[in-house]
């Protein structure tokens, strides 16, 4: 129930973004923060596009916003003295499971299933170069996200000379948003495939941005189909475990 929440979020965040809308942007991240800590992963392409498409007025706007929404949600944790028990509980959620994987049909899963020696327990445990397991996956993930940030920071720049009146292409525009969505989508589809500790529904934002995709473009149509038809299969394997 969370993770589809959660994916609504999304999807409100980077549509809110690309309509320059700061306010609902700063909002919408603090209430994916508080909802799941798994929103951290679009928080990058956010204040990216946020950076680039608002500049410092919009910055300082999405930044006043997240904090404010963030202060009302947390009030009543402040105001009975428990604000340290919610801090506590999402400080420790990355420790919550500490396995190389949680029942999702991810990377991890498929070399593990290989006789490659890999212990595949505790994602504690030593994998290479004295890194853990833990520590290899979120280092892939940094490099992917990073990478990610580099393709993005062409649409994003599109569209900032559209707002300039520098250039006023429409197809040019729906291009650069299409690619936008895709970019966060291929995000949370690397958070579901590259770090441990990961559930079979973490896949779930992935699809929801993918859908959204079928609007600019038919062809993620296939993709789409691809990814659903992935996420019934690791909930089938879940529930008849």
């Known amino acids: 129930m969370l993770f589809r929440s959660l994916a609504a979020v999304v999807v409100a965040a980077v549509s809110s973004m690309l309509n320059r809308q700061w306010w609902l942007v700063g909002a919408w991240v603090s209430v994916g923060m508080l909802l ?20 410092l007025g919009g910055a300082v706007r999405a930044g006043c916003a997240s904090l404010g929404v963030g202060a009302m949600l947390t009030l009543p944790f402040w105001a009975t003295g428990r604000f340290g028990v919610l801090a506590s509980a999402y400080l420790h959620a990355a420790g919550a499971y500490p396995a190389v994987t949680v029942n999702a049909d991810n990377i991890w899963t498929a070399l593990c299933s290989l006789p490659l020696g890999l212990s595949c327990g505790s994602d504690s445990e030593l994998l290479v170069w004295g890194l853990t397991y833990r520590q290899v996956g979120l280092l ?17 720049m599109i569209l900032s000379e559209i707002d300039r009146k520098i250039s006023s ?36 934002p992935a699809i929801a941005l993918m859908s959204i995709l079928v609007k600019y473009n038919k062809e993620y149509r296939i993709i789409y189909s691809i990814l659903s038809f992935n996420l019934l299969l690791n909930l089938i394997s879940v529930v008849t475990i």
Do not use: D, W
């Open 140 to 156: 892939c993930l940094s490099v992917y996200v990073t990478f990610v940030l580099f393709l993005l920071a062409r649409p994003f």
């Open 36 to 55: 799941k800590p798994q929103m951290v992963v679009a928080v990058p392409i956010v204040v990216l596009g946020t950076v680039i498409l608002g500049r």
């Open 169 to 204: 292409n429409i197809e040019l525009e729906n291009n650069a948003r299409e690619i936008v969505f895709f970019g966060m989508s291929l995000v949370f589809f690397a958070f579901f495939m590259l770090p441990t500790q990961v559930h079979e529904r973490y896949l779930l």
